[in-house]
């Protein structure tokens, strides 16, 4: 069977881009595997218990694209399906370059996060289309990104661990006016990572997200005791932070859900 496989990072927010539409995430070791193959009819078999029906839409689409007809899909990985870890991103970006591999297409990784991003608002997986956190699940860097233009505003020099953590706290998705209501304190954090100071900004959004989606704030202060900064991944609830601790950080808050100590990727997945 003719087949082609590519790979993608999960990720974690600096800012989240639905208050301003200026965007900013950085890669984590946890990635997402597609191998897409020429067959008779449409099939999606995954890893993780999600909804298939979006993932169908982007796989008609990719297909038509580069006129590669019906494809089997099959998608491995170790990257959790919670909220907030760039999952989304990390599927669409690894069914569009095995896609484009299987059909002989040269991609660039930026390119590939632009199909994504338009793919991703098309078929309704994201609100901005977070070209953010696609360009850094694609690239494994970190960037300040326009969603809206597409377009990538400046690198940040993001690196070492994270540390993880997936607590058992209900989505908050759904609160688009409460998130929107924060512009005019997201802009701050925009103008400190235009400046590359990515822990500034990534401070003020972890605050004014968590507050506007309703998280309890215990993880992310305890974080910040320690010296790490981070908090609430994109509308949650998984919570992301950096830090020079991983260890100790991730002790301190396993009394709160599951944790993982991760890497900060600095280049693409490869399969």
Same mark, same amino acid.
């Given at each position: 069977m003719d087949c082609a496989r590519a790979c993608a990072w999960g990720g974690g927010t600096i800012?989240? =881009?639905?208050?301003? @539409?200026? @965007?900013a995430a950085f890669p984590i070791s946890l990635r997402v595997m597609a /191998?897409?193959? *020429?067959?008779? *009819?449409? /099939? #999606?078999?995954?890893? =993780? !218990? $999600? !909804?298939?029906e979006p993932i169908r839409k982007v796989v008609q689409m990719v297909a038509e694209r580069w006129g590669v007809g019906p494809v089997a899909i099959k998608i491995t990985g170790d990257l959790p399906p919670a909220g907030g870890l760039k999952s989304s991103s990390a599927v669409v970006n690894a069914l569009v370059s095995a896609t484009a591999k299987l059909a002989g297409a040269n991609v660039d990784l930026f390119d590939v996060a632009r199909i994504n991003a338009q793919l991703s608002r098309e078929v309704g997986i994201s609100v901005t289309g977070a070209f953010d956190d696609a360009v850094a699940s694609a690239t494994g860097r970190s960037y300040l990104t326009d969603n809206y233009k597409l $377009? #990538?505003?400046r690198e940040l020099d993001v690196s070492g661990k994270a540390v993880v953590l997936i607590p058992p706290y209900e989505k908050r998705r759904h609160k688009l006016q409460e998130m929107r209501a924060l512009a005019p304190v997201v802009r701050t954090a925009v103008s400190f990572a235009g400046m590359g100071m990515w822990r500034e900004a990534m401070l003020i959004n972890a605050v004014a997200y968590g507050f506007a989606l309703g998280y309890p704030p215990e993880p992310t202060l305890e974080a910040l005791r320690l010296g790490a900064v981070g908090g609430v991944s994109g509308t949650g609830p998984s919570h992301v932070f950096i830090t020079d601790k991983p260890e100790e950080l991730a002790e301190a808050l396993s009394k709160y859900g599951k944790v993982y100590v991760v890497d900060i990727p600095q280049s693409p997945c490869t399969p």
């Open positions: 800012i989240n =881009a639905i208050a301003t @539409g200026h @965007g /191998e897409v193959c *020429r067959s008779d *009819r449409l /099939e #999606v078999a995954t890893y =993780a !218990d $999600v !909804d298939v $377009v #990538v505003i």
